[in-house]
């Protein structure tokens, strides 16, 4: 059974730092996308970045700088690094895997976490 298990998660404060992490369970990724998409209270589920089977990594303009997305294949984990939040970052984030098709589509994805909550302080 695949699972996707978000963490790192939590409280910061603008202009401060988080680092989120997505361990995968069940099969290997190794070969397939992995991302991250994210959703505020009223707002629709938004691309935040991802990065492909071979490695090439996509960003969504408004965290490109800030944000860096990894992944350690030998843990079978996918890495989100967030620097400089804003305000407009608080979400909760969701960890998505193999894409077969657009990777800002949602619908893209087959394999979803439960996502963790991120909380920006002014």
């Known amino acids: 059974q695949v699972q996707l298990i978000e963490s790192g998660g939590g409280l910061v404060q603008a202009g401060g730092s988080l680092k989120l992490s997505c361990a995968a369970s069940?099969?290997?990724?190794?070969?397939?996308?992995m991302g991250w998409f994210r959703q505020a209270p009223g707002k629709e589920r938004e691309f935040v970045a991802s990065?492909?089977?071979?490695?090439?990594?996509f960003y969504v303009p408004s965290v490109k700088g800030r944000f860096t997305i990894s992944r350690d294949n030998a843990k079978n984990t996918l890495y989100l690094q967030m620097t400089n939040l804003k305000l407009e970052d608080a979400a909760v984030y969701y960890c998505?895997?193999?894409?077969?098709?657009?990777?800002?589509?949602?619908?893209?994805?087959?394999?979803w976490g439960q996502g963790t909550q991120v909380t920006v302080s002014s």
């Open positions: 990065v492909g089977g071979a490695g090439s990594t």
């Open positions: 069940g099969r290997t990724f190794t070969g397939y996308g």
């Open positions: 998505v895997a193999q894409n077969s098709g657009y990777y800002e589509h949602p619908s893209s994805w087959n394999y």
